[in-house]
């Protein structure tokens, strides 16, 4: 199971966020060098990123930089200087097709043996932000081995349907179904895009209770505020923490007894349902264990 519920974007160009990006209490931190940075910064940006890495003590927090894009100048700089600091993982945004992380798998293959660095060890993020990213999703998820997530990319994707945003993000419904189905088919995270407005806290928390409803893995945030709200969402309700507790010890029981079927509140009980109060357990666990992550 994943542990990354929150994933918070950090400015590359702000030493002081950077500095403190791993107290913010998101599970994971993304250290962006892409939208986040104007131009004349991205040299500066990326220096200090890399020195970011290379200084700060993360802990389990999972640390992902987020490169300008392979249409850019950028591309290989950013890559140049990153891969060398061992993030966790790279951020690839505007993944339209299988041949975009094919071509970035092989350039961090590359610096990896340039650089002494166990091959596959950084892992790749496919960021899904345009049309055709979503119709390539399956073809992408089986791109690579070095493919650990993929992430839509909302703003970005209303922006090349040419669709309005909407409050309850019926347009991109359809994109982040198909983004799920590819991603859970091949035992991959899936993060949902940011809810862009920071001061509406009770939509963030329908919206992130909606994702998680379809199987997302977890959802970006632009605002350390925004993380309790996210990990919220990903909280089971006691009544589902003590029906999934019920259906464990009962699937327990059933199998040293030897039988295959068995009923929990006079309901029978398979192996799906087993599953799903395995993960009820599994995220109840990890909201005790992280207290306010």
């Given amino acids: 199971m994943s542990t990354y519920r929150s994933m918070l974007y950090i400015p590359g160009n702000s030493p002081a966020l950077l500095q403190h990006a791993p107290i913010f209490g998101a599970d994971s931190v993304l250290l962006d060098l892409e939208d986040a940075v104007a131009l004349s910064e991205k040299d500066a940006a990326r220096k200090l990123v890399r020195r970011m890495i290379e200084a700060l003590d993360f802990g389990k927090i999972l640390v992902t930089a987020r490169i300008n894009g392979a249409d850019t100048p950028f591309f290989e700089r950013d890559l140049e200087e990153i891969v060398p600091a061992r993030p966790g993982a790279i951020r690839l945004p505007k993944c339209g097709s299988p041949e975009d992380v094919r071509m970035i798998d092989g350039k961090i293959s590359e610096l990896e043996e340039r650089h002494g660095i166990e091959k596959g060890s950084i892992r790749l993020h496919a960021m899904i932000e345009t049309a055709a990213g979503v119709v390539n999703a399956n073809a992408i998820a089986d791109a690579s081995p070095r493919l650990s997530a993929i992430t839509?990319?909302?703003?970005?994707?209303?922006?090349?349907?040419?669709?309005?945003?909407?409050?309850?993000?019926?347009?991109?419904?359809?994109?982040?179904?198909?983004?799920?189905?590819?991603?859970?088919?091949?035992?991959?995270?899936?993060?949902?895009?940011?809810?862009?407005?920071?001061?509406?806290?009770?939509?963030?928390?329908?919206?992130?209770?909606?994702?998680?409803?379809?199987?997302f893995t977890g959802k970006a945030a632009i605002h350390p505020m925004q993380v309790p709200v996210i990990h919220q969402a990903f909280t089971p309700a006691a009544h589902e923490i003590d029906f999934s507790t019920r259906v464990i010890h009962a699937a327990e029981d059933a199998k040293r007894e030897g039988r295959g079927v068995f009923a929990v509140d006079g309901k029978m009980v398979d192996g799906p349902i087993v599953a799903q109060a395995t993960r009820v357990l599994e995220l109840a666990a990890l909201a005790k264990r992280g207290g306010g992550r």
């Fill in 152 to 215: 839509l990319g909302g703003q970005d994707l209303i922006a090349d349907m040419g669709a309005k945003k909407s409050r309850d993000g019926w347009e991109i419904f359809s994109a982040r179904s198909q983004v799920v189905i590819a991603a859970k088919s091949r035992r991959l995270d899936v993060y949902d895009t940011v809810w862009t407005d920071v001061g509406d806290l009770d939509g963030l928390l329908e919206e992130t209770q909606r994702v998680v409803a379809m199987g």
